[in-house]
């Protein structure tokens, strides 16, 4: 029998090294080779199950917490669920702050984690009283033996993203990657991955997508935020009224902007032609590059990687409810 110590347990953690599929179906629709990071494969089904280990291993690390102590996050639902994940395997317990328009189906993941689950008004930031993040960190300073891993703010955050993701699209592309086009939410994913490849090859386009109304874009072009900002558009996992400290703008080429609307046809009209069911933030990369082809300019030399930070089948009740009730589709219960 194996000694149960915290190297083996961190041996037994899915996370990173996820494929990298080239898909037909856009490459012919763009003229150009378009590569899907498929980050669904992680463990808690994606992409931020790798910020999650990393602000969890650092806040061991640092004796920021004992053993039976609980982990703090706000959420959309997938870091809260990487995070409860990894807490349990690590024997620490997890308690996370969801906003309201969260998906059935991540509630239903996090509360099977056996995550305890506070809903919250929204998640516009530290701020905001009704915010995730207020609560969570005020859980956080009355909670002994509790720690808030605050994505939003948290360096570990774009740390993950540069030692595992970046690297591994560098490799897996051979090097020759010549765009990187991600969802910005935290900012995390875009901020780590675009450094990294900055780094190897500063011709590398990095290209980030929001919702209209998000307020990254207008913060890239003039360095300071709207003075009125509108209300954005709701796709879940991305889009932001404030600016995250884990958005470095000095990596990131291009925002692009992208309505919720064109994005759940795109998503319907991709499931129709493919069969598979995209994430609603996976879905947007499509959509906004079938909006803004013309600027976008692909050669069809390039090499461009989108990333899909996860699955289809968490917004079955959002996205694709009318369809699957109609086609009886048994596929994609990932
Ligand atoms: C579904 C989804 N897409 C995109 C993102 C944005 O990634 P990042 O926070 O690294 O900017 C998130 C973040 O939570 C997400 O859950």
């Known amino acids: 029998m194996q000694e149960d110590t915290e190297n083996n347990r961190l041996t037994e953690i899915n996370i990173g090294n996820t494929p990298l599929r080239k898909c037909a179906h856009l490459s012919v629709r763009f003229n150009t080779n378009i590569y899907v990071k498929e980050e669904f494969y992680n463990q808690g089904k994606s992409s ?36 409860v994940l990894i807490a349990k395997q690590l024997g620490y317990k997890a308690k996370i702050f969801v906003s ?18 506070e809903m919250c008004e929204n998640s516009n930031g530290l701020h905001d009283f009704y915010s995730t993040q207020f609560r969570a960190q005020s859980f956080a300073a009355t909670n002994p033996n509790s ?10 955050n774009i740390r993950a993203h540069y030692k595992t993701t970046g690297p591994e699209l560098w490799e897996q592309t051979n090097e020759s990657i010549t765009h990187f086009i991600a969802g910005i939410g935290t900012g ?3 901020s780590g991955v675009g450094r990294y490849l900055k780094e ?32 954005f558009d709701s796709i879940e996992g991305i889009g932001r009224n404030f600016i995250p400290g884990a958005f470095d703008a ?41 909006q803004h082809l013309t600027k976008m300019n692909f050669k069809p030399t390039d090499q461009v990687v989108l990333l899909f930070p996860d699955h289809g089948s ?9 369809l699957l009730k109609t086609t009886n589709n048994t596929k994609n219960t990932f």
Not at 315 to 322: F, I, T
């Open 48 to 83: 931020k199950d790798r910020p999650a280990l990393f602000m969890i291993q650092d806040a061991i690390a640092k004796n920021k917490i004992t053993k039976g102590g609980y982990f703090v996050e706000a959420s959309s639902g997938n870091t809260g669920l990487g995070v």
């Open 100 to 117: 309201k328009s969260c998906s059935n189906e991540k509630i239903e993941a996090l509360k099977t984690a056996g995550a305890s689950i």
């Open 147 to 156: 720690y808030f891993t605050n994505q939003y703010y948290n360096s570990q």
């Open 188 to 190: 995390g994913t875009i």
């Open 200 to 231: 190897k090859n500063k011709h590398i386009k990095i290209w980030g997508v929001e919702p209209n109304g998000s307020i990254l874009q207008y913060f890239l072009k003039h360095r300071r935020t709207p003075e009125n900002p509108e209300a």
């Open 250 to 290: 000095d990596y990131v080429d291009e925002i692009f902007q992208i309505g919720s609307r064109e994005t759940k046809h795109i998503a319907l009209e991709y499931y129709e032609q493919t069969d598979i069911l995209v994430g609603y933030s996976s879905a947007a990369l499509i959509a906004s590059i079938e």
């Open 314 to 322: 968490r917004y079955k009740s959002k996205l694709y409810k009318k």
